[in-house]
Structure formats: C-alpha cells, structure tokens
C-alpha cells in the first residue's frame, strides 16, 4: 500500500532572502546524501565530531528545542527532521547563531553550532537507510494531533513508526513523546500498548523529564492554559515479547 503524505504545508510566510542565502550555503552541508537503496547510511563521519550518542528529534518546528539541546550536549550528534521549510531556516539560523541580530548576519559563522545535521523531510524517508540501534534519544514533541476519527491513520505514533523507532534505538534507548491533547496522549499509551515494543516509564506524566527543554509549541499551550502529557517510553527487549 502506497503511504499516505500528510502534511499541512511545507511552507507559510515568504522567506527573507537573507536567510535563503543560509539555506543554500548551510543546509547543503549538513543534509544527509543518502546513499542508493539497500545500503545504509554512514552516521559516524557525518557530524563535525565524533559523537559518543546520536539522538534524533521529528518534526522540530522552529528549532528551538533541538539548537538548545545541541548547545547543552555538544558531545552529542543530532539529526533533526522537518518538512516545513520555514521551520528549517529557522533552526539553521539558530545553529548560525544570526536569530536574533539586527543586522540579519547570514554569513556563516565559524562558531556556529556544528553538533546538528538536518533532514528538511519526512523523516520516514530516512528509515530504510539507518541502522538498527542508531539513536539513544528519539523526540517526538507536540505532533500534529488529527483529532478527527477518519485522520487517525496520520498520526505519526501508530504501529509501522513504532516498529520503526524501535529498531532504531539503541537497547538502552528512550522514546520521548510530550502532547498537549489528553486524546493524543491516549491513543499513543494504546498504540504503544498494541506494539508490545515499548513501556512507559515516567509515573507522573505531568512533570517533564529532568533537563527538559521546551518547545515552541508546549510554551504556547502552557500560556494558553493547556498542560503537556510527557511520556518517557523504554524499549522493550522483543525476544521478551
Ligand atoms: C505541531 S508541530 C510541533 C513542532 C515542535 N515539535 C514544537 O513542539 O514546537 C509538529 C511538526 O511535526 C512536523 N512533522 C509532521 N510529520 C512529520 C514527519 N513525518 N517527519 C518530520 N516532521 C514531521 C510538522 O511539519 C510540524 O512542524
């Protein structure tokens, strides 16, 4: 069966030609060249050090959360993945550290932050092409709910990208998923529960786990008077099963 592509969009307001210039002289250099089908991906020389864990965020929106984690952990390689465009240049300026100044600097920096590679896509493209046990950390932050019945399919935690994920992490890994819609944090303990792959491991899901960083998105709901679910999710041995 041909999988469904469920994005909103993959671009909104126009991006400022000063930081088209960021996406054409900095996304190249930390996008992933995927190799031909059947063969994988060689992680170990793709980041600017030599990482001791790659974690992986899906969907990073705006960047924030990733670019901070990075800053926090810079023995850490991290593949951020992201569809929408504006969202892209936004993590790159970021790590180009030219978000916040006036003069809109979008000459590359030599200290910018070196410890992030992007995939401005679906990140299930990426799949086939990773190794089994590549991430220690995988992030799925605020995914885009579909709350309608007949959308269910869409969400980003059902069965194929739990099965997905689980042979992605390493044996020790950890699948953090957070949500700000009650429904979407139940449908997720119900797919994960279906999967046999993982168990929930935090017991007060109202509390972020430690060195939380948030996201855009959770600030947001946070000031309008939601209150974020997290769940920290352990892979299970699946000999176990
Ligand atoms: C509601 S936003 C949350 C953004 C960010 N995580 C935050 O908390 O601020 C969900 C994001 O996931 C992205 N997304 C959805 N499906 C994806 C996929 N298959 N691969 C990568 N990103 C995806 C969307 O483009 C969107 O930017």
Redesign the pocket.
Known sequence: MKEIR???RRKGKAIKSSKMKLLEDLLPRLKPVLPEAGSFFEMENFFGIHPREVWL??????G??IAELALRNKDVGFLG????LN?VVSLLAHLNGSHHERTRNTELSEDRVDNVRIWP????DLFPFLKDGTFRRVFV????PWPKARHAERR?INQANLVHLHRLLSDDGRLYV?TDVPEYADWALEQVEMSQLFEKENENTAVPPDDWVP????QKGIKAGRSPIYLILKKKDKSLK
């Open positions: 469920f994005f909103r965020e899906v969907g990073f929106g705006g924030e959360h993945a992201e569809p929408f969202g896509d679906d990140v299930r932050l605020f995914p885009d980003f957070a996201t855009r998105y959770e």
